[in-house]
């Protein structure tokens, strides 16, 4: 079974920047859409980012601007690089992907994408 695993979160103070990556455990998982999400305490799981097997990506307006995502397929691996980061983007981040969903016309909910990892804590402090 493929796992994610998620790395790069860290606490930075406002302002700041991190990059995430997200790797998956077999080499050869080939994903046709990879995605970043998000879940603050208290709060519902959210979109941030996503990018498609051709390279279309697409960007939650909540931190559009501020984020880039990015893939490598010849190391499984993909990464968001975040800049500029406030106090509210404190939350647990996940990566996500699924071998059959398309991305290219929008980030897919939650429930559509299959493989996820454990994620990783980012914090923002002002």
């Known amino acids: 079974q493929v796992e994610l695993v998620e790395s790069g979160g860290d606490s930075v103070q406002s302002g700041g920047s991190l990059t995430l990556s997200c790797v998956a455990s077999?080499?050869?998982?080939?994903?046709?859409?990879q995605a970043w999400f998000r879940q603050a305490t208290g709060k519902e799981r959210e979109a941030v980012a996503s990018?498609?097997?051709?390279?279309?990506?697409n960007y939650a307006s909540s931190m559009k601007g501020r984020v880039t995502i990015s893939q490598d397929k010849s190391k499984n691996i993909f990464q968001l690089q975040m800049t500029s980061l406030r106090p509210e983007d404190t939350a647990i981040y996940y990566c996500?992907?699924?071998?059959?969903?398309?991305?290219?016309?929008?980030?897919?909910?939650?429930?559509?994408?299959?493989?996820w990892g454990r994620g990783t804590q980012v914090t923002v402090s002002s």
């Open positions: 077999k080499f050869t998982f080939m994903s046709r859409c």
């Open positions: 990018i498609n097997s051709d390279g279309t990506t």
């Open positions: 996500a992907a699924d071998s059959r969903r398309s991305c290219q016309f929008g980030i897919p909910p939650p429930s559509h994408l299959a493989t």
